[in-house]
């Protein structure tokens, strides 16, 4: 079990399973997002504020691995991990266990960088601190 | 430039934004599952029709790089190939470029197998007929 | 104040919104099923196994007055009141309120009925007991 | 048949559709507004240049009847009429139809205004004159 730095729970809705009765591969990317967006308020930064502040922070890469199909109703928990890539971009180690059994549902790694309202790479100091404290 | 199998046109709808002003990630991923599904119906392959057969297509590994962003009103085209991974998995290589110009929005690599009702893995033989035709 | 026969809190996910920086008034609807599928839940009622039992619950008129704009990370709570409308039409009466200050957000009055596999009107017993417990 | 200002062609696709196979009620309001956007776009309106202009077009009443469920790869149409409610108020009746029979799907009425940067009713000149020629 690897050493999370966030963990958020979750219920799957009704209206995010498709015509299989399943979670739909999109949506366990809402679910991250979601999960990441929580995580970086611990960090003091809000995703919402840094968009009226001109700053974007984008996701150049995503890579998805899906073990097991989230029904109706399951509960499960998203773990995230920080961790620095190169001076302007981070990475998010991500995966998604079904509760109470701790199932591995989804492996995910997502890599995001910071964009200025030119257009611009950067990356909020906020980030950079978080990521200097991971050195 | 790729020889695709299948390209299908498309348009930024308004609500696939979010609040930066440009396709949400996870949105991109619905556009390249509406055009694996159009594309399997050239082979012969519903999708829906499959769901009621019992058997289910399932993604189980995505990975997406992430190189411009789209915006409200947008033209953009996704191109699709499939290729063989092993007797029981397939892989579609998909881009999406913006229009006119054609500029490269995303690449992206999506793994699937089939799954019967009883749960084994199982190919439909549309798709292994369509991957022996690759060889 | 209205008394709910049941209430479900939540938070606006950054996902939800729109380029205008609030929640996308679809996503509204989402919060409203979510709300009544929980709710069922409490009257012995799984959307998800009447539809493997082949009853669809659907909605056949939806009345939304839209208040007030959620936005970003706002927590709020869903109250519902199931009343009776005909023998096989039923209708949940839903607000949205704003927390801590309970702001309403919206108003709502959702209509439904259900079919059988076969088409036809049906409710399922569980629902036409608790109606008939409102008597 | 009505006469519609405007039409628009869609196509349903498969992770529109929830558990039950059919096109989720929510999704239906995705339609509805991009057809509207579309629409005003003819009008010399553009949703999202609005919004950088600090104009919002908001959703303030949505009432919709749900008279036939759409289901994968189902093709169909959605009219859009512009009425006048109220010098800040205005109307979009719309219907949807699925082709090629023009079975009615669903109807709808949808009430909006428009709010300025500081939150002030404010209805863009466009949107008034269109208003205006319809007396």
Do not use: W
């Given at each position: 079990?690897?050493?999370?730095?966030?963990t958020?729970?979750f219920?799957v809705?009704d209206?995010?399973?498709?015509m299989?009765?399943h979670?739909?591969?999109s949506?366990?990317l809402?679910?991250?997002?979601?999960?990441r967006h929580?995580?970086i308020?611990?960090l003091?930064?809000?995703?919402?504020?840094l968009?009226q502040?001109?700053?974007s922070?984008?996701?150049?890469?995503?890579?998805?691995?899906?073990?097991y199909?989230?029904?109706s109703g399951?509960?499960?928990?998203?773990?995230v991990?920080?961790e620095r890539?190169?001076?302007?971009?981070?990475r998010f180690?991500?995966d998604?266990?079904l509760l109470?059994?701790?199932?591995?549902v989804?492996?995910?790694?997502?890599?995001?960088?910071?964009?200025s309202a030119t257009?611009?790479?950067?990356?909020?100091?906020?980030?950079t601190?978080?990521?200097g404290?991971?050195d």
């Amino acid at each position: 079990m690897k050493q999370y730095q966030f963990t958020l729970g979750f219920q799957v809705r009704d209206y995010e399973c498709d015509m299989q009765g399943h979670v739909n591969n999109s949506v366990y990317l809402n679910y991250l997002e979601h999960c990441r967006h929580e995580f970086i308020k611990t960090l003091g930064l809000d995703f919402s504020e840094l968009v009226q502040r001109g700053i974007s922070l984008v996701v150049i890469r995503s890579e998805v691995d899906y073990k097991y199909s989230l029904q109706s109703g399951d509960k499960f928990e998203v773990g995230v991990i920080l961790e620095r890539v190169s001076p302007l971009r981070y990475r998010f180690v991500q995966d998604i266990y079904l509760l109470p059994e701790r199932t591995l549902v989804l492996k995910a790694r997502v890599v995001g960088t910071g964009v200025s309202a030119t257009g611009r790479p950067q990356l909020p100091k906020e980030i950079t601190v978080a990521l200097g404290q991971l050195d």
